[in-house]
């Protein structure tokens, strides 16, 4: 059995943070109608911005995978 990499990990442990980020008692937090952000809803603003953060967060842990020597 092998380990698994370290971008395997990260992936993992990004995806657990996206199963937070996205879980509803904290969407409610952002879920204000009377306020807006030029605007926009906050929710909006939240939602989007987290989803292109974690994008960008696999994005960054899988290139470093891929630049990495594969091992036999």
Same mark, same amino acid.
């Given at each position: ?10 992936? *993992? ?8 980020? $996205?879980?509803?008692? /904290? ?6 109608? &009377? ?8 929710? *909006? ?8 953060? $974690?994008?960008?967060? /696999? ?6 995978? &891929? ?6």
């Amino acid at each position: 059995m092998s380990t698994p990499s370290r971008s395997a990990e990260q992936a *993992f442990a990004i995806t657990l943070m996206g199963g937070i980020a $996205f879980n509803r008692p /904290l969407i409610d937090v952002f879920d204000v109608a &009377s306020e807006q952000i030029s605007g926009t809803p906050p929710i *909006f603003v939240y939602m989007f911005g987290v989803w292109g953060l $974690f994008v960008v967060l /696999l994005a960054f842990a899988m290139r470093r995978r &891929s630049k990495r020597p594969q091992q036999r």
